[in-house]
């Protein structure tokens, strides 16, 4: 079984501050993982996702995360917030399941991110 | 990727009533999930629909309650039958993004049950 932990529920950060979003994860298995992200009143958009490759990945509007392997962490990082980023953000994994279904993901309960002049 | 037209974006309703929510992908998926989103919580899988079978419930939901409908490849409806309260939510439909490793969701439906 899988499971993910968002280890802060709200982020306050003034506008142009660096911040972090943590998320650490438990799975018997490998998995992808993404972050998401959910303005007021909207759906979920993807923001990133690793699935292979560099530890490193870059999203749309200037996140980035990083996998680490051995601390089962998949942090998001943005250097420069902008007030604009006021969202919720989640992260999920997807089990790699080879030669059956995809899988569903499992989500995290999401931090709250809000950004303040 | 896919792109997803949900409707209605959010509706408020009586107890005791229906409420369907329909989900139309611009592309073919064999696949299409749906989830919900309680206050303050994160999002839960409620069932896998599959055209041309019985949708998939997970854990804690049942078809008399969500019933779901899968006509064919580009669409899909989840029914929230004799609604309470407790009902009051977003709820989500989400399809497999191209070439797999991931999801796409639509915008969302919030329900309010009063």
């Known amino acids: 079984a899988q499971s993910v932990t968002q280890l802060d529920s709200q982020v306050p950060v003034f506008e142009e501050a660096p911040v972090e979003l943590r998320c650490n994860y438990s799975?018997?298995?490998?998995?992808?993982l993404f972050w998401y992200v959910q303005y007021p009143n909207q759906g979920l958009q993807l923001l990133l996702k690793?699935?292979?490759?560099?530890?490193l990945v870059k999203g749309i509007n200037g996140f980035e995360a990083e996998f680490n392997k051995s601390q089962t962490s998949f942090h998001l990082r943005k250097p420069s917030v902008h007030i604009s980023d006021t969202a919720e953000y989640f992260c999920a994994v997807l089990p790699m399941n080879y030669g059956g279904s995809q899988g569903n993901l499992i989500f995290g309960k999401g931090t709250k991110l809000s950004v303040k002049p | 990727s896919a792109v997803i037209s949900q409707k209605p974006s959010r509706d408020i309703c009586q107890r005791g009533t229906s409420l369907t929510i329909q989900c139309q992908v611009d592309s073919q998926v064999t696949m299409m999930f749906w989830y919900r989103q309680q206050p303050g919580q994160s999002l839960t899988l409620i069932a896998t629909a599959n055209q041309g079978s019985e949708a998939t419930y997970e854990s804690g939901f049942v078809i008399d309650k969500f019933p779901i409908s899968r006509p064919n490849l580009t669409f899909s409806t989840l029914t929230v039958s004799n609604m309470s309260p407790e009902d009051s939510s977003i709820y989500l439909c989400s399809v497999e993004a191209v070439g797999g490793n991931g999801y796409t969701f639509g915008s969302g439906t919030r329900l309010t049950v009063v």
């Open positions: 690793y699935l292979s490759g560099s530890t």
């Open positions: 799975s018997s298995v490998s998995v992808y």
